[in-house]
């Protein structure tokens, strides 16, 4: 009747919300062991929360040494365009 979502998938979709909210601080190194591993695991899952992942890296890389702790968000969306047009191209 309803559209319920399964168990599985509801749980994915848990896992990239946490992946997600957990991703700038497992940049940072900042998770304990047992939550980095948790990121970890969903990253090598989940594709799109890996090229969210990759791009944070990216991010972080040309931040560093920068005073902003945060990117701008032109930068952020400019980087998944690309990131997603390359991803594209070998689809
Ligand atoms: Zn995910």
């Given at each position: 009747?309803?559209?319920?979502?399964?168990?599985?998938?509801?749980?994915?979709?848990?896992?990239?919300?946490?992946?997600?909210?957990?991703?700038?601080e497992?940049?940072?190194?900042?998770?304990?062991?047992?939550?980095?591993?948790?990121?970890?695991?969903?990253?090598?899952?989940?594709?799109?929360?890996?090229?969210?992942?990759?791009?944070?890296?990216?991010?972080?890389?040309?931040l560093?040494?920068?005073?902003?702790?945060?990117?701008?968000?032109?930068?952020?969306?400019?980087?998944?365009?690309?990131?997603?047009?390359?991803?594209?191209?070998?689809?």
């Amino acid at each position: 009747m309803s559209e319920t979502p399964t168990v599985a998938e509801t749980a994915a979709r848990k896992d990239c919300a946490e992946a997600r909210a957990a991703l700038e601080e497992y940049l940072h190194n900042e998770l304990c062991a047992e939550d980095a591993a948790d990121v970890r695991a969903h990253l090598d899952e989940c594709e799109e929360c890996s090229a969210e992942h990759h791009v944070g890296e990216m991010l972080t890389a040309a931040l560093q040494g920068a005073c902003k702790d945060r990117a701008p968000e032109e930068l952020r969306a400019k980087l998944l365009a690309s990131l997603r047009a390359a991803q594209a191209q070998h689809g």
